[in-house]
């Protein structure tokens, strides 16, 4: 396998990762905790859900051919919650992984320089991947981290769980040395 073609499989993996995170992480709510919101400043998991479809949308639609940012695409409305229960949410979701999916499994190793455009920027497929490998598990990790807020101690660690390090790395060094995506058994442990 070329670098191009492992880069394309990596990162297929890493999206993957994060979607996973992020629907184990809504998994362990109750349908009415997608839609609190701390304070006027801050977003609810149901509004987040909604930016981060809009984005996928938009930047994804016609990946190669179109700029990124769609004339359809009204990013301000994301902020505003129009979503009413946990299946709306989860629809929402899934369209936008969906788009991304269907864009990445369409990529071949050598458009990964091709010149694509965001906002009339100028990117290569790589730094626009890069550029969305960044931007979706901040997100997520904000998923993450108000789910556990809300679920307080009834919370399912979705990582090493606190103090079992030392267990994790013995279990990791155990094995054999080989080379693997780090998602290979992540992926298997989140299912």
């Not at 979706?136 to 390090?165: D, M, R, T």
């Amino acid at each position: 396998m070329n670098a191009d073609q492992s880069y394309l499989e990596s990162v297929k993996k890493q999206f993957l990762y994060y979607k996973m995170l992020g629907e184990k992480a809504i998994d362990q709510l109750e349908p009415s905790q997608l839609f609190v919101s701390f304070n006027d400043d801050t977003n609810s998991i149901a509004t987040i859900v909604k930016h981060i479809s809009g984005n996928m949308l938009s930047r994804w639609t016609d990946f190669l051919t179109s700029d990124g940012e769609k004339e359809w695409r009204n990013r301000d409305s994301e902020f505003e919650n129009d979503l009413q229960s946990k299946e709306d949410v989860l629809e929402v979701w899934n369209k936008g992984w969906i788009c991304l999916e269907n864009a990445l499994e369409s990529l071949k190793p050598e458009q990964l320089s091709e010149i694509i455009y965001i906002r009339n920027e100028g990117h290569t497929v790589i730094e626009a991947i890069n550029r969305q490998l960044t931007h979706y598990p901040y997100h997520v990790g904000q998923i993450v981290f108000y789910a556990k807020q809300l679920k307080n101690s009834e919370w399912n660690s979705l990582s090493i769980p606190k103090n079992k390090s030392g267990n994790y790395n013995a279990e990791k060094f155990a094995k054999e040395k080989e080379i693997k995506n780090f998602t290979d058994d992540e992926l298997k442990r989140l299912k």
